[in-house]
């Protein structure tokens, strides 16, 4: 019987496996495989982002069809297929979300609806919030606001931080948690 980390190394090795099959190949077979273990997961990962269930089997679709090709740009010095596979699935859903936004907010029906329509007291609060955590992210260490920045401004995933820093991915985590300690702590003695 495997252990756990037997079965995700297996699993790794073999998602890899698949991938280069479909690179080198155009294997179909290895990409039915392929489908058959990621769909399922891609769509659960994208619906825990709060994507509703239709929406994230249609990105997860289109993420599979989207390794079938490109398997030739996965590296697997860079990251895990898995990795990579969920990179370009997260990719997708917020490649979709930004062509859903209106490119003019206020035209159409929606001016019209004054709940839509920020009160002044509303943009003012926002603005008082925005202050306060850009005062708190101030606060802390340069090397920490580096990281926040880009995990959470650029959206950047851990591996890829990781990498264009030169910074282990273990580093990169261990400094994203304490600055997220640090801010909350110093965004609840500020209230």
């Known amino acids: 019987m495997k252990s756990a980390s ?6 790794s090795e073999t998602l890899g ?16 495989e392929l489908f ?5 997961r891609i769509k659960a990962y994208l ?3 709060g994507s509703l269930p239709e929406f994230a089997e249609e990105v997860a679709q289109e993420a599979l069809l989207t390794v079938w090709r490109k398997a030739g740009y996965f590296d697997a010095s860079r990251a895990s297929a898995s990795t990579w596979i969920f990179t370009i699935a997260r990719n997708l859903r917020i490649d979709h979300q930004r062509r859903q936004r209106p ?12 709940e839509l329509v920020p009160t002044p007291e509303k943009l003012l609060i926002d603005s008082l919030e925005e202050e ?20 959470f401004f650029s ?5 890829e931080i990781a990498r264009e820093l030169g910074l282990p991915l273990g580093t990169v985590k261990s400094r994203i948690r304490l600055a997220l300690g640090r801010l909350r702590r110093l965004l609840d003695d500020a209230s």
């Open 6 to 11: 037997g079965q995700a190394r297996l699993s």
């Open 17 to 32: 496996r698949l991938v280069t099959a479909i690179a080198c190949h155009q294997d179909r077979a290895a990409f039915a």
């Open 36 to 40: 058959q273990l990621m769909a399922p």
């Open 47 to 49: 619906m825990s982002l």
């Open 103 to 114: 490119t003019d907010p206020l035209a159409g029906d929606e001016a019209e609806d004054p």
């Open 132 to 151: 306060r955590v850009r005062t708190a992210l101030a606060a802390l260490p340069p090397e920490q606001q580096t990281i926040v920045r880009l995990s």
């Open 155 to 159: 959206e950047q995933p851990h591996s």
